[in-house]
């Protein structure tokens, strides 16, 4: 079954698997305890944790492991709730992982303003420069659209913020494996990564936080992760999320080849076979792969449907109920009109796809949609 949804989620690499199943096996210890098998537990995570740090060229007590990237980003957004300035700047393209959590702690006296976005998807600096105020605490701005692809102008946008001294954060959970990312480049505060979007397991993630960065602890309890994060460790989670952060890095400029090729083919021959389609997000300025495309005059909920029973898994830039749909939000922010927005298909191609398969998409899209 064709699988072109690797923006919501992606297969674990074997070689993920592979780490994950020896040391299910053999390393049980709980890396708290101060005997053999709890040493050699903790000396997994230790190693996970220079190898993710080696990767983006941060400093290995700059990683903290967590359970997912929307629990990276709840405790950095929880965090402000111990600050004197509660005010954050977003963007209105957010994942719900940034602006339900905005909404959430509200009550504690944090207020946030969501900059709009232009037609392709990119926050315009000088918006965010007019849009700081006194008691801006934090800046939150996604690197990678998870819908369209679009990469924002992080270096312009970080410098805004530096300049103020406001810390930046960034959800990042799109970007990794899908183009270059180091700390050193970017110079964050703080970023989001999420495992399985880039082939390793779900349930566990990993947040960066620059040395002197403030950050105070969403979960309490035993004090793991230099108290920023309690519970026992998913040692295998762990091993497994670094052996798929080097996987990504190491082979960062074939995947990236990959994506384009097969990006570049579906453009080609899905502009030939359906000339009405409309691509949304930047044309330059995105990662290699995500393709956002309209059909207009078809619902995107009845193209999955036939998709799905020819066994073509895709997704949808809307949200899809029981019996209704709704409008993709970051679409509607991106002035995307409700009949465009509810036509609209996100492809996310991957590193197992094959030319023959996009052939076959393109070929099963034109005979549905030619009915």
């Given at each position: ?187 964050a505060d703080y970023l989001s990564f999420s495992g399985h979007k880039f082939y390793g397991p779900k349930g566990v993630g990993f947040l960066y936080k620059k040395n002197g960065a403030l950050l105070n602890p969403l979960i309490i309890g035993g004090g ?148």
């Amino acid at each position: 079954m064709p699988y072109f949804d690797h923006s919501a989620t992606t297969p674990i690499h074997p070689q993920v698997l592979e780490t994950m199943n020896s040391i299910s096996e053999i390393h049980f210890g709980n890396p708290s305890s101060i005997h053999a098998s709890g040493r050699k537990s903790r000396s997994i995570i230790e190693s996970a944790r220079r190898t993710i740090a080696e990767a983006i060229q941060a400093s290995h007590n700059e990683i903290i492991f967590t359970g997912s990237g929307t629990e990276a980003n709840n405790i950095v957004l929880w965090s402000l709730a111990h600050l004197e300035k509660k005010h954050v700047i977003t963007s209105a393209i957010e994942h719900p992982a940034i602006l339900k959590v905005l909404e959430a702690i509200a009550p504690l006296g944090v207020t946030f303003t969501a900059l709009s976005v232009d037609e392709f998807g990119q926050v315009n600096p000088e918006d965010l420069k007019n849009s700081i105020q006194s008691d801006t605490g934090l800046i939150s701005i996604m690197m990678v659209n998870n819908e369209v692809g679009t990469i924002n102008p992080m270096n312009a946008l970080i410098k805004i913020a530096q300049s103020k001294g406001i810390p930046f954060h960034s959800d990042t959970v799109q970007a990794l494996g899908k183009t270059p990312l180091s700390v050193q480049d970017i110079n964050a505060d703080y970023l989001s990564f999420s495992g399985h979007k880039f082939y390793g397991p779900k349930g566990v993630g990993f947040l960066y936080k620059k040395n002197g960065a403030l950050l105070n602890p969403l979960i309490i309890g035993g004090g793991q992760e230099s108290h920023f994060r309690a519970g026992t460790e998913n040692v295998p989670g762990i091993a497994g999320l670094s052996e798929a952060v080097r996987l990504a890095v190491e082979n960062i400029s074939k995947r990236i080849s990959h994506l384009e090729n097969l990006e570049s083919l579906f453009k080609e021959k899905i502009s030939i076979a359906c000339p009405n389609i409309i691509f949304n997000g930047h044309p330059e300025h995105h990662v290699p792969g995500v393709i956002s495309v309209s059909f207009p005059g078809h619902r995107s909920d009845i193209l999955l449907a036939k998709l799905d029973r020819e066994g073509i898994e895709v997704s949808s830039g809307s949200a899809c109920g029981s019996g209704s749909v709704k409008p993709s939000l970051i679409l509607q922010a991106m002035g995307i009109l409700e009949e465009q927005n509810l036509s609209t298909l996100r492809i996310s191609f991957g590193r197992s796809n094959s030319f023959d398969e996009v052939t076959s998409l393109v070929s099963t899209l034109s005979n549905i949609t030619h009915v």
